[in-house]
């Protein structure tokens, strides 16, 4: 009899819970991960003269490169990493290690995203130079 009223409660349970189901929140649409704008051409850059033009990209080019040391080659993740591995202050040395890496990995990901920026206003102003056929 006690076998029949737990198959009974498990039943109405399951019924019920379709009933009285939790909605899902809505899933956002946009993307996870980073999208940059499309960079367009104003109607100032397309005035310049192709010496002008020239010379932004040549002013822009020292900002793609990074001055950050990659994740292997940086002494400070390494330090994390031994923070965390090795118990040299328990328990806040992991939460100090965890800290670094994420804050190293944040500032690597603005540091590509800046980057990425600057390729693309490059890549807009070589596509101008290529309309107005420069040094041809």
């Given at each position: ?9 498990t039943?109405l ?6 009933v ?6 809505p ?6 991960y ?14 310049q003269?192709?010496?002008?033009i020239?010379?932004?990209?040549r ?7 990074t001055?950050?040391?990659?994740y ?16 040299v ?13 994420g804050?190293?990995a ?8 800046r ?22």
């Amino acid at each position: 009899m006690k076998l029949i009223n737990y198959f009974a409660i498990t039943v109405l349970l399951t019924v019920m819970s379709s009933v009285m189901a939790v909605p899902m929140p809505p899933i956002p649409t946009e993307p996870i991960y980073f999208e940059p704008q499309v960079v367009e051409a104003t109607a100032e850059i397309r005035q310049q003269s192709c010496v002008q033009i020239d010379k932004g990209i040549r002013y822009l080019q020292p900002y793609t490169y990074t001055y950050k040391p990659d994740y292997y080659q940086d002494g400070t993740n390494k330090f994390a990493t031994a923070m965390i591995t090795m118990d040299v202050l328990p328990i806040l040395g992991e939460y100090f290690g965890f800290a670094y890496l994420g804050y190293s990995a944040l500032i690597d990901e603005k540091e590509n995203r800046r980057i990425l920026n600057v390729k693309q206003q490059i890549a807009m102003l070589r596509q101008v130079k290529a309309e107005k056929h420069c040094f041809e």
